[in-house]
């Protein structure tokens, strides 16, 4: 039964959506699978609500929805987007919907840490279910376990495979010892010292007491290393540059800052200008406009594209987990 | 809505901490019986009426027959909201599974998900439990999750039985350097880690330690122990980088397969755990082995839900 209406079905398409969110990266997906954009229209009204028209047919089609987590004053407009373009292609008869979220929004709000908060991760999990996504893709969650979130697959990708390329081809390599800046960021980045098979330290910032300033305290050794100072995203990249003054006090010989998600709000770029960091890397797993001579940038769509194809082709993603694709 | 009454029922094996919960309380465990038919089938009925109580169902997992221990509380939460009661909170201090709770680059289920799940389909209203594996847990869940702290019952431990102004906290692995970190703020002393490094082709995996414990009086903390095989062998470490002693405390003292043996080998002085598993057997077993009864803090947590009250206070504070 199973079997002949699998083989009845027919052969169908894939269909590329793209939010307002981070149209650089959706168009370089476009540009690697071969396969333009779908016409989408997605607008604001004067009262702010937002308006969403699809311009095609995407009657039983393989429909994919590109849309990040970012902006300090647009996130809430663009999950409010996502949530309307999921619900917009559900009605039109698409067979399925899988949204393409490089940044999971709200993703630390992920659990009820000694507080009465709310665990909005997985409130936006509810909601993207609720919308009507099939299946989500998306990269570096901030806690693996967000994917338990939800009733529906999840696929967390990684920035590993493309960070553990730039280190070999980009870096003092062999005199680089990796870095996390905090206590919850060991594991990762244990993870990518046993990879690259170098040496491993961590910050540790105290907590600050009454009448004094919190201080940072290095566990292991940093003398005449070139530190890679390696973490799922930059915020307001506060604990980033004072992570960077602790290792140059303790004899590092350069620190490197090696992130997933470029966030960058606040006073990011004026504390960046102003650090002693030789070099500050992301990914575009969000839009970066980080105009400064010690930024660069390491490219995840490819990452994304091979994922989406071998999605619709019923193929295994887990290569993606160990290879970057070109 | 009429005031109603605290109903504490507990299966029939593993009675210990719903024992000293109820004691703590100054009440009595529900009546029920829990047995099992010949074709093996979990059998369950409560004696006395239930009807519009607010239900603590006490049990304690651990190792060896986890699946029946889970079945058996399924069950029981059926059969309180069968027989009507108000609402049913379900008190796991050691979560099942909760170390299954991502897909983490693999094609595995997220069988702390499923837990969830099945105890809400069952008709759990509530969940109190321990040290989860990972917080995120809670969010596996639809209804409410207060997820307790061992931690100030182990401040208050460390503070009683270990000359900690000489101590230095152990992360047992990179995965639970935020926890030792949490302590040793709590402690006002100084942490260290050690980092399991992957085995090549033709080695062995190796355990390397960062930061300095020399002279030092080493307090590895983690949220279980199973094996013990790494709790051995990172005590060796610390001691071949000159710490003066080894002890573990660990919330879920689980203690499966060889642990006794491993750890009664190990250069371990002392290993502590909580009651959130049962643990009485293990102690007659292993004379280094001692207990921190965190059975208050889940009384004290189920009087001040059933009052209303908040729980925060116990996520700092050891109850009076």
Do not use: W
């Given at each position: 039964?199973?079997?002949?209406?699998?083989?009845?079905?027919?052969?169908?398409?894939?269909?590329?959506?793209?939010?307002?969110?981070?149209?650089?990266?959706?168009?370089?997906?476009?540009?690697?699978?071969?396969?333009?954009?779908?016409?989408?229209?997605?607008?604001?009204?004067?009262?702010?609500?937002?308006?969403?028209?699809?311009?095609?047919?995407?009657?039983?089609?393989?429909?994919?929805?590109?849309?990040?987590g970012?902006?300090?004053?647009?996130?809430?407009?663009?999950l409010?987007?996502l949530l309307?373009?999921i619900?917009?292609?559900?009605?039109?008869?698409?067979?399925?919907?899988?949204t393409?979220i490089?940044?999971f929004p709200y993703a630390?709000q992920d659990k009820?840490?000694?507080?009465?908060?709310p665990i909005t991760a997985k409130l936006v999990a509810n909601l993207l279910q609720t919308a009507g996504a099939d299946h989500v893709?998306t990269?570096?969650l901030h806690a693996?376990q967000i994917q338990g979130f939800f009733h529906i697959p999840v696929?967390n990708?990684?920035?590993?495979?493309?960070?553990?390329?730039?280190?070999?081809?980009?870096?003092?390599?062999?005199?680089?010892?990796?870095?996390?800046?905090?206590?919850?960021?060991?594991?990762?980045?244990?993870?990518?010292?046993?990879?690259?098979?170098?040496?491993?330290?961590?910050?540790?910032?105290?907590?600050?007491?009454?009448?004094?300033?919190?201080?940072?305290?290095?566990?292991?050794?940093?003398?005449?290393?070139?530190?890679?100072?390696?973490?799922?995203?930059?915020?307001?990249?506060?604990?980033?540059?004072?992570?960077?003054?602790?290792?140059?006090?303790?004899?590092?010989?350069?620190?490197?800052?090696?992130?997933?998600?470029?966030?960058?709000?606040?006073?990011?770029?004026?504390?960046?200008?102003?650090?002693?960091?030789?070099?500050?890397?992301?990914?575009?797993?969000?839009?970066?406009?980080?105009?400064?001579?010690?930024?660069?940038?390491?490219?995840?769509?490819?990452?994304?594209?091979?994922?989406?194809?071998?999605?619709?082709?019923?193929?295994?993603?887990?290569?993606?987990?160990?290879?970057?694709?070109? | 809505?009429?005031?109603?009454?605290?109903?504490?029922?507990?299966?029939?094996?593993?009675?210990?901490?719903?024992?000293?919960?109820?004691?703590?309380?100054?009440?009595?465990?529900?009546?029920?019986?829990?047995?099992?038919?010949?074709?093996?089938?979990?059998?369950?009925?409560?004696?006395?009426?239930?009807?519009?109580?607010?239900?603590?169902?006490?049990?304690?997992?651990?190792?060896?027959?986890?699946?029946?221990?889970?079945?058996?509380?399924?069950?029981?939460?059926?059969?309180?909201?069968?027989?009507?009661?108000?609402?049913?909170?379900?008190?796991?201090?050691?979560?099942?599974?909760?170390?299954?709770?991502?897909?983490?680059?693999?094609?595995?289920?997220i069988?702390?998900k499923?837990?969830a799940?099945?105890?809400?389909?069952?008709?759990?209203?509530?969940?109190?439990?321990?040290?989860?594996?990972?917080?995120q847990?809670q969010g596996f869940f639809d209804?409410?999750?207060?997820?307790?702290?061992?931690?100030?019952?182990?401040?208050?431990?460390?503070?009683?039985?270990?000359?900690?102004?000489?101590?230095?906290?152990?992360?047992?692995?990179?995965?639970?350097?935020?926890?030792?970190?949490?302590?040793?703020?709590?402690?006002?002393?100084?942490?260290?880690?050690?980092?399991?490094?992957?085995?090549?082709?033709?080695?062995?995996?190796?355990?390397?330690?960062?930061?300095?414990?020399?002279?030092?009086?080493?307090?590895?903390?983690?949220?279980?122990?199973?094996?013990?095989?790494?709790?051995?062998?990172?005590?060796?470490?610390?001691?071949?980088?000159?710490?003066?002693?080894?002890?573990?405390?660990?919330?879920?003292?689980?203690?499966?397969?060889?642990?006794?043996?491993?750890?009664?080998?190990?250069?371990?002085?002392?290993?502590?755990?909580?009651?959130?598993?049962?643990?009485?057997?293990?102690?007659?077993?292993?004379?280094?082995?001692?207990?921190?009864?965190?059975?208050?803090?889940?009384?004290?947590?189920?009087?001040?839900?059933?009052?209303?009250?908040?729980?925060?206070?116990?996520?700092?504070?050891?109850?009076?």
């Amino acid at each position: 039964m199973n079997s002949e209406s699998r083989e009845d079905m027919a052969i169908n398409s894939i269909k590329l959506l793209a939010g307002n969110s981070h149209p650089d990266l959706a168009e370089q997906i476009s540009k690697k699978l071969g396969i333009p954009l779908s016409k989408v229209g997605v607008y604001q009204y004067s009262n702010k609500e937002t308006s969403v028209t699809i311009g095609e047919s995407l009657r039983d089609e393989d429909v994919y929805i590109i849309q990040t987590g970012i902006g300090e004053q647009e996130i809430n407009d663009f999950l409010m987007e996502l949530l309307i373009l999921i619900h917009a292609c559900k009605i039109a008869s698409a067979r399925k919907i899988t949204t393409v979220i490089p940044n999971f929004p709200y993703a630390r709000q992920d659990k009820k840490d000694k507080s009465r908060a709310p665990i909005t991760a997985k409130l936006v999990a509810n909601l993207l279910q609720t919308a009507g996504a099939d299946h989500v893709i998306t990269m570096d969650l901030h806690a693996s376990q967000i994917q338990g979130f939800f009733h529906i697959p999840v696929d967390n990708l990684y920035a590993e495979p493309s960070v553990l390329n730039y280190i070999r081809t980009k870096t003092d390599f062999d005199n680089a010892i990796l870095v996390s800046p905090d206590a919850g960021g060991a594991k990762r980045v244990a993870a990518l010292a046993d990879k690259l098979d170098l040496n491993f330290a961590l910050i540790h910032k105290e907590r600050q007491k009454a009448n004094e300033v919190s201080k940072m305290v290095l566990v292991g050794d940093v003398t005449n290393k070139s530190c890679l100072l390696v973490d799922d995203m930059a915020d307001t990249c506060g604990t980033l540059v004072k992570a960077c003054d602790t290792l140059m006090e303790h004899g590092a010989k350069e620190v490197i800052a090696i992130v997933t998600h470029g966030i960058f709000s606040g006073s990011a770029r004026e504390k960046l200008r102003n650090s002693r960091l030789s070099r500050i890397v992301c990914t575009n797993t969000v839009p970066v406009d980080l105009d400064l001579p010690i930024a660069d940038q390491i490219d995840i769509s490819p990452t994304f594209a091979e994922a989406i194809r071998r999605l619709h082709n019923g193929e295994s993603v887990s290569y993606l987990f160990t290879h970057a694709p070109v | 809505m009429p005031t109603n009454s605290i109903k504490l029922l507990a299966p029939d094996v593993h009675r210990g901490l719903a024992e000293l919960v109820a004691k703590r309380l100054g009440l009595q465990l529900t009546s029920s019986k829990l047995k099992r038919d010949p074709t093996g089938e979990v059998s369950f009925s409560i004696g006395e009426s239930v009807r519009d109580q607010d239900i603590f169902i006490i049990t304690q997992i651990g190792s060896g027959v986890v699946n029946d221990r889970v079945l058996e509380l399924l069950i029981m939460i059926n059969a309180s909201k069968t027989a009507s009661a108000r609402r049913i909170t379900a008190i796991i201090p050691n979560f099942p599974y909760a170390r299954q709770d991502r897909k983490d680059k693999s094609r595995a289920p997220i069988t702390a998900k499923l837990m969830a799940d099945m105890l809400t389909t069952a008709g759990c209203d509530h969940v109190i439990t321990m040290d989860l594996h990972a917080s995120q847990i809670q969010g596996f869940f639809d209804v409410p999750v207060d997820n307790l702290y061992a931690e100030p019952s182990v401040v208050r431990y460390i503070k009683e039985n270990v000359n900690y102004m000489d101590s230095i906290i152990i992360s047992p692995d990179a995965g639970g350097a935020k926890r030792a970190a949490t302590l040793a703020d709590r402690l006002d002393l100084n942490f260290a880690l050690i980092h399991k490094e992957r085995a090549r082709a033709n080695e062995v995996s190796r355990m390397v330690l960062v930061g300095d414990v020399t002279d030092k009086i080493c307090i590895i903390v983690d949220d279980m122990a199973d094996t013990c095989g790494t709790l051995a062998k990172a005590a060796e470490i610390l001691l071949e980088n000159r710490a003066k002693s080894v002890i573990a405390i660990v919330t879920h003292g689980v203690l499966s397969g060889r642990a006794i043996e491993n750890i009664n080998n190990s250069k371990l002085d002392r290993v502590v755990c909580t009651n959130t598993v049962p643990f009485e057997e293990k102690i007659k077993k292993c004379p280094k082995l001692a207990v921190i009864d965190i059975s208050s803090v889940l009384a004290e947590s189920i009087r001040r839900l059933h009052n209303g009250e908040s729980i925060s206070y116990l996520f700092k504070n050891y109850p009076l």
